[in-house]
């Protein structure tokens, strides 16, 4: 129990540096107790969504699929900052890792691509917090996503599927 423990401290550490490291915890706040229990929250909601509920966007491509687990990080980033957003996605990967076992390279993938997406909707609306702000990030960071995984997709597809 004690390991576990131990464990359980690096990975509350950690998601602390990830909210320092990607934009602190919103509007200027000190990183809280309150805002480590937000994203915990968060990313577990985050974690089920992703767990549950997956459609495949294209039949040529099952492994490209949708799932709303980035709109609890974009509601995340809008309340706690671009940081807590982030946060809150490296979590649920974590935990989609740690209960699925699922690809690591995969969820690696993801975390670029939601990570940028849900950091760029954070930055936006942080300068701009209102509906339109919202949509405005939600705009730039689909374009911000799609720059990111255009060539990580062109890199790392081949890698995970094993295509030469």
């Known amino acids: 129990m ?3 423990q131990r464990n359980i401290e690096k990975f509350i550490d950690s998601a602390a540096v990830i909210v320092d490291v990607a934009g602190g915890s919103g509007r200027g706040s000190p990183l809280t107790t309150r805002v480590l229990v937000t994203v915990a929250l968060f990313g577990a909601l985050a974690a089920v969504l992703m767990m549950t509920i997956s459609v495949p ?22 309340v706690l900052g671009p940081g807590g957003g ?26 670029a691509g939601s990570g940028t997406l849900i950091w760029t909707v954070g930055r936006v609306y942080q300068g701009r ?11 730039a960071g689909a374009v911000a996503a799609a720059l990111v995984m255009v060539p990580a997709n062109l890199l790392m597809v081949p890698v995970i599927h094993g295509i030469p």
Not at 129 to 139: F, I, N, Y
Request: charged share 10%.
């Open 2 to 4: 004690h390991s576990f």
């Open 57 to 78: 966007i294209m039949p040529t491509a099952p492994f490209l699929k949708f799932d709303p687990s980035d709109a609890v990080a974009m509601i995340s980033a809008a």
């Open 86 to 111: 982030v946060a809150v996605v490296a979590l649920k990967n974590a935990l989609v890792f740690m209960i699925r076992g699922a690809n690591p390279l995969g969820l690696l993938m993801n975390l």
């Open 129 to 139: 917090p209102s509906l339109w702000g919202l949509m405005a990030g939600g705009v």
